[in-house]
């Protein structure tokens, strides 16, 4: 018995466009790679010009040294000295207890300018607030002022006899002085707070600002107040933005160098290795001491890396 066997309809394949037959030629694939080198050219050329070279070239200062014969009136040579000036990095006492001090600083510091910071955001992105473009720029202010100014200006509000704060404590019968060795790293710690608090309101009222709206208007109808719909709804969506504002202020505060350089000359309490970057400062510029300076830079950029890294670790976790 005979089976017919019915023919299936032929489909015919599109035809592939001209574009399409010229994206999966070998020579395609070669131009598009080369337009991509070429375009991230400028960015690799002034990426290792002013990052990759000098820390390169630090790293290599950072394992010379300067050797004078005789009793160290003769001529200056300099040699290979390995780890030498790194051991004398950790033997050195004022670094480490800069590099605790700094530490210190940034376990309040950091809290309170992040914590206003948010604050301030959630505030900016409620619906009951006003003036919210005009406070924005206010909150934003400080931060446009250089830092080196703004510890200036805040000096004038410190130094006894020319401080009005100073000034209204007398007159209440309160001794206030912002400069003794109890209170100079609060004092820092405040103009820190206002100078960098607005620039961090701003990334987390941008990240808020993201945040579909549909969300909100959801929690609204099941009857949520403002007070619950930021700390179950808006500041666990803001986990990344305030992850990063806190890599920042580890860095910041590891770095801490313009206030307490200007506060110096107002004050003895704060010496020339208060933090470790003033005491890379002084060993450069100071003791004309280049290599230890280098290792001390090194030093200090490794344990930036690990703080931070560390912070990005530990905020992941469970996310």
């Known amino acids: 018995m ?23 030629r070998p020579g395609a694939a070669i131009r598009r790679r080369r337009t991509a080198a070429l375009l991230l050219a400028p960015f690799a050329v002034l990426f290792t010009a002013v990052f990759v070279l000098p820390i390169g070239y630090a790293v290599y200062q ?5 050797k004078r014969s005789g009793l160290g009136l003769g001529p200056a040579e300099t040699v290979f000295a390995g780890l030498f000036n790194y051991a004398r990095v950790f033997a050195d006492n004022s670094f480490v207890t ?25 505030l900016l992105d409620s619906q009951a607030v006003r003036f919210g473009r005009f406070l924005r720029l206010a909150y934003f202010l400080p931060f ?14 410190y130094v006894p006899g020319i401080s009005p704060l100073v000034g209204l404590g007398e007159d209440a019968g309160v ?6 060795a109890d209170t ?35 929690a ?9 719909i930021a700390w179950h709804i808006k500041i666990p969506l803001l986990r990344p933005a305030l992850t990063l504002t806190g890599v920042f202020s580890i860095i910041g505060t590891l770095q801490l160098f313009g206030e307490p350089m200007v506060l110096r000359s107002m004050t003895s309490v704060i010496s020339n290795s208060y933090t470790p970057v003033m005491l890379s400062y002084q060993a450069a510029f100071g003791l004309n001491d280049y290599n230890y300076a280098a290792a001390i830079a090194v030093v200090l950029a490794l344990a930036t890396f690990v703080l931070s890294y560390g912070f990005l670790r530990l905020s992941s976790r469970g996310s």
Not at 2 to 24: D, F, H, T
Not at 204 to 211: E, G, K, M, P, Q
């Open 2 to 24: 005979s089976r017919k066997v019915e023919s299936l309809p032929r489909v015919e394949r599109p035809a592939a466009s001209p574009g399409s037959r010229g994206r999966n």
């Open 62 to 66: 950072s394992l010379l040294r300067v």
């Open 98 to 122: 800069s590099v605790l001090r700094v530490l210190a600083f940034g376990l309040i510091q950091v809290p309170v300018m992040l914590g206003l910071a948010l604050l301030l955001a959630l």
């Open 144 to 157: 446009a002022i250089p830092g080196v100014i703004a510890a200036v200006l805040w000096s004038f509000l």
């Open 175 to 180: 001794k206030v002085d912002f400069l003794t």
């Open 184 to 218: 100079i790293l609060y004092s820092i710690g405040n103009i820190v707070t206002w100078s960098w608090t607005g620039y961090n309101m701003v990334i987390l009222h941008t990240a808020l600002r993201s945040i579909p709206r549909e969300l909100f208007e959801a």
């Open 220 to 228: 609204e109808v099941d009857g949520c107040s403002g007070v619950r």
